[in-house]
């Protein structure tokens, strides 16, 4: 489980690594590190939000993940095409983690830009690799932060 300190930020107990990721816990709730998180982009919090249990537990600034796979419910896709207003129907699935890589989330150089937009595509894409982008699935490792999600390892 992760802790809340002093400063609010949650940590790993007795990590070895830095845990540079910035998540604040909401509502007193904790991440189970053992189950997979579900990250969205949070259009409200300027940041992202953590659902776990079907509940949000956190709100984050930046996140690593690693074991990543990219998800769209199609039909929440459609329903903004037809309502021309943004819900959540699209968001990152996989395990919270400190560092991998070689990097951590405050030195995010990873390779692969990635985005979403529900009225451009119907997945997730590269960015700036096509036109269009490339479809991706899943990632071995990602990083959530202001500017964006990056990825290394994509599929």
Do not use: W
């Not at 070895?16 to 919090?45: M, T």
Request: aromatic share 12%.
């Amino acid at each position: 489980m992760l802790t809340k300190t002093v400063d609010g930020f949650l940590r790993i107990p007795e990590n070895k690594y830095a845990d540079s990721n910035i998540v604040v816990p909401f509502k007193e709730r904790q991440i189970d590190l053992d189950l997979p998180i579900y990250l969205y982009r949070n259009l409200h919090k300027n940041g992202y939000s953590i659902k776990q249990f079907g509940k949000v537990v956190a709100h984050a600034e930046r996140i690593c993940l690693r074991e990543c796979q990219f998800v769209v419910s199609e039909s929440g896709r459609q329903r903004v095409l037809k309502e021309k207003q943004k819900n959540v129907h699209a968001f990152i699935k996989g395990y919270y983690t400190t560092s991998g890589m070689g990097t951590s989330a405050e030195k995010n150089d990873l390779p692969v830009e990635i985005t979403y937009n529900p009225y451009k595509n119907d997945c997730f894409v590269t960015k700036n690799f096509t036109p269009n982008g490339k479809k991706i699935k899943g990632a071995r490792f990602c990083i959530a932060d202001n500017n964006g999600v990056k990825a290394a390892y994509t599929f």
